[in-house]
């Protein structure tokens, strides 16, 4: 039978014991506490010892309980002062007694017959008794008691239980009662015969250290047997914010589709970038003060040059050369101006076909956008948009399906895909698409529309140019395995330390 | 956006034809909406459709789709005919209401059967087209009237306020128009569409009766509707003739859809009159090879043509253009693209086999992106957690509790909260924010963010400029100034960059434990042990030592 260093030395120990109490154990072993006990528990698996273990309850003095040991029980330092002045007026007790002590020292000067008390001249005074005067060498259970605890620390019990009860040492908070365990390792007759038998002891190690390696000293020692299905403490190491990560991936993604990444200098966006470049009239409801953000400081930016904002205004106002009739009202550069966190991606989409394109090309963003809304469980305030365009002569509808269809196989892992009509004030056609993930089921994935040409043309561009956005927070919900929408920025060390890797 | 309920045994009476729920689902895209909801009620199916076209006000009410996929479905094709024929009543309009709300526009509807479903669409659609169309009433509202209890001519007059006195709807009492604007549920909503002004509008028959009070409230008393009237008045008032015009228009088609005959109704202004409805169909022109190229799945002329016509439009083919007629109740169509897309729903958008693109081009990251992402995965390597907070705040948390004098920052004029009024200028105290919400949580806590703070350059386009930062914060019992320096050091070291620290005073960071961090003789960013006074006003209990940089002086595009 296998057995470590420690169960050889304590079935060697126990040998000659046979029956022990665990702490003496210990002590004859000279290994810690755990380690004997690891012992005693793999000798008892293996039939060699026996642990016996017995509850008992244990009384102890409490740090009231130690300091009258010390200085007396708080009767017996009146007594001693009564019978030195055989009669004391109760206020004179505080020259021995705590305030704590005073209250209840007549009651029990009175039940034990040691003193009487009356009212002179309003106040109280006790006299000492001639049973006061023998208590003085007399010694009453609880001082007994008290002697005896103060002596042993702790005492069983059922030891005290017939001089005194247990309820009367709580209730004056002299001491305390508690359960202890007592234990006892017995060989056993099949451990008694191996001992016999005779064991050989061979250093044990726990760690292999390198003085053990440089002394070549490894050879004649034993590796203790480590229990490697004990559990260890969990690590949380330093890691990606989950939607960042799941972000990153989406990322990584679209540059594999061979979209380039747009960036932008600032989060807070003109008017004319967020709508007007986008052809959504300046009398849109989106345009409301409930729906957009305006702000108060800054509160007005800068138009791009005047050509593009000229030819952005007529196509607001009569259609310019696009083709269209426009929207029939006067178009004002002051409300452009107007400043706003940028409230959509198709902000930067508008701004990089004004500048030099490729064309063909595909274009995206991931940016964070604002909208006036409520913070809870399905709203945020702020959030990441993943959108962009693919620009190039030739483009068609069956194209921007093919564009959506794709973001959704590559992104969503969907099968299927469904597409339905929708609007934008800045695509026509629009559609919508929903994708059926394989857990979720269909699911709103993302939009896409050829842009106007109320708004390309005025940007310079006469190519179709398809926008796209794809909706990527209930998949990142579901990646997360959240439910509330807040965690996707959770503000929850907990949740992050224990979040799963997102790749 | 537009939602609205419909009973699929109404739309299937329309229709004339009965359709599975499944079959449904996919009919709705015809009519440019989404099957949202599906229950029953009463023994009866309902759906509940989300509109997408904020410009097709003739899909939101049971005739309209029912129409719509008739048409679509091929059961009819070509215009939709509806005859008007003239009346001679009169509503004359009062040149005062110039500046008010000066435009009505009206129409009788006769022999309408209006029962329970009929009633609710009626109603329903009124209340859609001024909410969503009529941008709450603002520019178009609507009044209908039981017809047969009123007396014409009708006269639409601005009236001092302090003269106007009926019963307005759903009350017992006679009200001021004061007292309807201050007590009455719909007084309290669109008032302030009315008040202030010398005189309020008021619609009222020969008799002096009054009917309405646009864009308000009815009367009670005069001309309400019930599920009995047979003969119905049409008031539309607003701001553009036009815009009215159509609203007029898509309400008494729809009520024609249900068997209603229309008269046409003389309005009378200072200047000019007018017969309304006018259903004169509108005419545009597009060119066919335009459409062909951009839908890409290989129509023909004639096909173009058939579809159109299952879209309400008259078709003429000639020279390689079409030539459209389409219906009064329309006025969407701007340009070829909106002509396009009625091809396109007509063919079927699930019809058309989805194509890649095949574009000869190559993906490319933002190299400064790239480069903020190798700094977060360094931040990784020193067992620091990542965490993205908001960019919107507060002054309060960015100065006020960092120990600070506040100083101009990007403010939100109309904010939701006052929690969120503002956009950071620096990370920390979303940090430290961070830190107070999870003091609970086992410690050391070590966390960082690569994010953006938005700082004030009246220079640039939008004044403004978000500027990529890194933020570092370390909470634990024994943290000290040089924890933090220590990873500072190792980022420079691994970015390649020299850098100086020079001691500085900061009331958010503990004096003497705090330095700019320099490079290049530039500041570029902070590092300290946190100020206990910035601890408690975070309600932190624990020692921090943070730092906060600039990325952008860091960068050297890789090669």
Not at chain 1, 350 to 356: F, S, T
Request: aromatic letters at 10%.
């Amino acid at each position: 039978m296998e057995l470590s260093y420690q169960e050889k030395l304590t079935l060697i120990k126990l040998k000659d014991l046979r029956r022990v109490k665990f702490e003496d154990l210990v002590k004859e072993t000279e290994l810690d506490q755990v380690a004997v006990m690891r012992a005693v528990l793999w000798l008892q698996s293996k039939g060699l010892a026996k642990l016996h273990e017995k509850q008992k309850k244990i009384v102890k003095l409490t740090e009231t309980g130690k300091r009258y040991a010390e200085i007396g029980l708080p009767e017996r330092r009146a007594l001693k002062l009564l019978v030195e002045r055989g009669k004391v007026v109760l206020d004179e007790l505080r020259e021995v007694l705590s305030d704590d002590e005073l209250k209840p020292i007549v009651g029990i000067l009175r039940k034990e017959g040691w003193a009487t008390v009356r009212k002179e001249d309003k106040k109280l005074v006790l006299e000492v008794t001639e049973k006061g005067k023998k208590a003085l060498i007399l010694e009453r259970p609880i001082d007994k008691v008290l002697k005896i605890l103060a002596e042993k620390g702790e005492v069983e019990a059922k030891e005290i239980e017939g001089l005194i009860s247990l309820n009367e040492l709580k209730r004056r908070k002299i001491a305390e009662e508690e359960l202890k365990t007592e234990r006892e390792v017995e060989i056993t007759e099949e451990g008694l015969k191996l001992a016999e038998k005779g064991l050989e002891l061979k250093e044990e190690i726990s760690i292999l250290t390198p003085e053990l390696i440089k002394s070549g000293k490894w050879r004649s020692v034993e590796f203790k047997r480590f229990n490697i299905k004990a559990p260890v403490k969990r690590i949380y190491p330093g890691k990606k914010q989950p939607y960042r990560a799941f972000l990153d991936k989406i990322r990584r993604k679209l540059i594999e589709m061979g979209f380039i990444e747009m960036t932008a200098e600032s989060l807070i966006e003109t008017q004319f970038w967020n709508f007007d470049a986008l052809f959504q009239p300046q009398n849109h409801p989106a345009r409301d003060w409930t729906d957009t953000y305006q702000l108060k400081y800054p509160k007005y930016g800068f138009l791009p040059e005047e050509e593009l904002v000229e030819r952005v205004k007529a196509s607001h106002e009569h259609g310019w050369i696009t083709g269209s009739r426009g929207w029939g009202y006067k178009w004002d550069p002051r409300m452009a101006m107007m400043l706003m966190p940028r409230a959509h991606g198709t902000a930067l989409s508008a701004r990089q076909l004004a500048k030099d394109i490729q064309i063909p090309g595909k274009y995206f963003a991931i940016q964070r956008v604002f909208r006036p809304d409520v913070l809870d469980r399905t709203h945020l305030i702020e959030f990441n948009q993943v959108e962009g365009f693919v620009i190039g002569e030739d483009l068609t509808f069956k194209h921007l399906l093919g564009i959506l269809k794709r973001f959704a196989t590559e992104v969503a892992g969907a099968k299927k895909v469904k597409f339905l009509p929708d609007y934008y004030p800045f695509t026509e056609p629009s559609v919508q698409m929903s994708a059926k993930h394989p857990e979720l089921g269909w699911v709103e994935f993302g939009g896409a529309g050829v842009f106007r040409e109320e708004m390309t043309k005025p940007l310079g561009i006469d190519v179709p140019v398809i926008a796209w956005g794809i909706g990527i927070d209930r998949l990142a919900m579901f990646k997360l395995g959240i439910d509330d929408i807040r965690y996707l920025f959770s503000y929850d060390l907990k949740w992050l330390r224990e979040a799963k890797i997102i790749w | 956006m537009p939602k609205f309920d419909v009973a699929k045994d109404d739309l299937e009476r329309l229709i004339g034809k009965s359709f599975t729920v499944e079959e449904w689902e996919d009919l709705f895209l015809y009519a440019k909406c989404e099957l949202d909801d599906i229950w029953e009620e009463n023994g009866k199916i309902y759906f509940k459709a989300d509109a997408k076209d904020t410009n097709r006000p003739d899909l939101w009410s049971a005739e309209g789709i029912a129409r719509q996929i008739k048409w679509a479905l091929g059961m009819k094709k070509g215009l939709p005919k509806y005859q008007v024929e003239k009346s001679d009543i009169v509503v004359y309009v009062d040149e005062k209401l110039k500046d008010i709300r000066p435009y009505g526009v009206y129409a009788v509807v006769e022999n309408v059967k209006l029962d329970e479903e009929a009633f609710k669409q009626l109603i329903q659609l009124q209340e859609k087209i001024a909410l969503t169309f009529g941008r709450k009433r603002r520019e178009v509202a609507i009044g209908t009237f039981d017809f047969d209890k009123l007396k014409p001519p009708f006269y639409y007059k601005a009236v001092e306020p302090e003269k106007i006195k009926f019963i307005p709807l759903n009350c017992e009492e006679e009200m001021t128009a004061d007292e309807i604007l201050e007590k009455h549920e719909k007084g309290q909503e669109y008032g302030h569409l009315i008040k202030g002004r010398p005189y309020y509008p008021l619609l009222v028959d020969s008799e002096g009766n009054v009917l309405s009070m646009p864009p308000v409230i009815n009367s009670e008393t005069h001309g309400k509707v019930t599920e009995k009237t047979r003969n119905i008045f049409i008031d539309i008032t607003g701001w553009h003739l036009d815009k009215i015009m159509l609203a007029l228009n898509v309400l008494v088609t729809a009520l024609a859809e249900r068997g209603g005959k229309i008269k046409s109704v003389k309005v009378v202004y200072k200047d000019f009159e007018i017969e309304t409805p006018d259903l004169t169909p509108k005419e545009f022109e597009v060119e066919l090879s335009y459409i062909k190229k951009l839908a890409g799945v290989g129509l023909s002329d004639e096909q173009i043509k058939e579809l159109l016509e299952r879209m309400f439009y008259e078709v003429e083919l000639k020279d390689g253009k079409a030539k459209l007629k389409y219906p009064a109740f329309r006025d969407d169509i701007m340009h070829a693209r909106d002509v396009l897309e009625d091809v396109l729903i007509a063919y079927g958008y699930n019809e058309i086999e989805p194509e890649e693109p095949k574009l000869a081009v190559q993906g490319k990251g933002d190299d400064f992106i790239e480069f903020e992402n190798a700094v977060r995965e360094l931040m990784i390597g020193f067992g620091l957690q990542e965490v993205m907070t908001f960019n919107l705040t507060n002054k309060e948390a960015q100065f006020t509790k960092m120990n600070i004098p506040e100083e101009e920052i990007v403010e939100i004029e109309n904010p939701i909260s006052l929690r969120w009024s503002a956009l950071r200028k620096w990370l920390l105290p979303s940090l430290m924010e961070f830190l107070s919400l999870n003091t609970h949580e086992e410690y050391p806590q070590k966390i960082f963010e690569v994010g953006k703070a938005t700082l004030i350059d009246e220079t640039k386009e939008t004044k403004t400029v978000s500027e990529s930062k890194l933020a570092v914060a370390i909470a634990h019992p024994r943290v000290t100034f040089t924890e933090v320096k220590e990873i500072l050091d190792s980022v420079m070291y691994h970015l390649g960059i020299k850098y100086e620290l020079e001691e500085t005073e900061h009331g958010s960071f503990i004096p003497g434990r705090v330095g700019k961090i320099i490079v290049k003789g530039k500041e570029i960013g902070i590092i300290g042990e946190i100020h206990p006074q910035v601890l408690e006003n975070w309600g932190i209990e624990m020692p921090v030592a943070a730092f906060e940089i600039f990325l952008k002086p860091l960068y050297k595009p890789s090669s």
